[in-house]
């Protein structure tokens, strides 16, 4: 799963501190934090027909991570929905659309570490791309993970709910899929257990116990030790809630995956895609192919997003 160039992309307007610049032109001050030390924060949004789903969410988070950073600048709701707004009219840009929206702590006096020295700042960046869902249509061949050697911080090192831009342990997972030639990387918390992949959050469907001790089909997924509580994850499980479909939030080991009828990953840049092989193994049946669940829930969750979201074009 390489993604590759879009030639509408060609000429993109990308948004710099309100300032619109040629995608070949665009660019931040060396002092800025986020070429420092990563020190920034970010949220993926998609565009749905002239509206952004789940986009108060996303902005809400935005803020809760640039807070707990200690930033001491933070644009508004409203001023981010204009830098937005103004991002995607001057592309032209309607559907089909990614954007990546970041908030760097802004540009330093001089090199260093240190807070303190960031004396002018944020610094917003809106980069708006048409990019279809990563994973493709998944009507075809499904996703392939590896299990990563790298595994995710629990809170005690570095809390997993600041959406931060030092994607490095990502990276190094991704780095290993690539070598391994999976899709993507599944990566394990400090215990042993599923916490997500480099990219996406994970479920599985399969049986589990129920109350009155007769095992049903359930849809699971890991507690949020050490992954982020994501936003598309989210809307997964209240859509199990209102569709009558068994889900538990519960530790998972590499054991209930492998033996998982059904596995998805879930994420705004690449929606819902199943899950084909995990370390070789073949999910569901020597023949896997998308599961009964995760088509349902692919079907609503597609339903929700022509349906709900903000107006922004």
Known sequence: MLQTFNEKNRDLLVNINGTLVHRDQAGIS???????????????????????????????????????????????????????????EANNMRDGVHIRLTLTRGVKITSGMDPRLNQSGPTLIVLAEHKAPVYGD????????????????????????????????????????????????LMLDQRGFVAETNATHIFIVSEYPAHAGKPEMVVQTPRTVACPEGITRRVILDLCAADGIPCVERDISLTHVYNAAECFTTGTMGEIAWVERVDGRPIGSDAPRMGRVTARLRELFRAKTRNEGVRVV
């Open 138 to 185: 998944g009507t075809g061949k499904g996703v392939t993970l590896i299990t990563s050697s790298i595994r995710r911080f629990p809170p005690d090192c570095m809390d997993p709910n600041i959406h931060h831009n030092n994607l490095i342990q990502s990276i190094m997972a991704k780095v290993e899929a690539n070598v391994a030639g999976a899709d993507d990387a």
């Open 30 to 88: 060396p002092f800025d934090s986020a070429v420092q030390g990563g020190d920034a924060v970010w949220e993926g949004l998609r565009l749905y027909d002239g509206k952004i789903f789940t986009l108060d969410e996303h902005l809400e988070r935005l803020r809760r991570s640039a807070k707990a950073l200690a930033f001491t600048q933070i644009p508004t709701r409203d001023e981010l929905v204009s830098e937005i707004r103004k991002t995607l």
